[in-house]
């Protein structure tokens, strides 16, 4: 079943992101052509989306380093992916979700215990 998910023989697929949303580019390992998987190497782009000029939006994206000049160029990596890719997102929360809102929240209680000091 993997190689067939390798190599692109289905139709419909399910896939699993968790984390690593902080920075978009992720939209890199998961639409840049060169990440479509093949028969020897693995990799994330299971759709199989090629698109040359998204490919060259998230290579410059990729190479800025000032985030407010590679937002811009993420929106509109966002716009292709959003307009081409058959995807459908589904936020789950579960127990990543529930550890981290515990964590939210024992750091607002730590914050409030030392400004009571």
Do not use: C
Not at 54 to 71: G, M, Q, S, V
Not at 99 to 115: N, P, V
Request: hydrophobic share 35%; glycine share 6%.
């Amino acid at each position: 079943m993997l190689d067939q998910l390798r190599y692109g023989q289905f139709q419909m697929t399910y896939g699993q992101w968790v984390g690593g949303n902080q920075d978009p580019i992720f939209y890199k390992d998961l639409f840049a052509s060169s990440e479509i998987p093949t028969q020897t190497r693995a990799a994330r782009n299971r759709s199989r989306y090629e698109n040359k000029e998204l490919d060259a939006i998230l290579d410059e994206a990729a190479n800025t380093y000032d985030h407010a000049k590679a937002a811009p160029l993420y929106a509109r990596a966002q716009e292709f992916v959003s307009r081409d890719v058959p995807l459908s997102a589904a936020l789950v929360p579960g127990k990543h979700g529930r550890r981290q809102e515990k964590r939210r929240q024992h750091s607002r209680e730590r914050r409030a215990a030392i400004g009571a000091l």
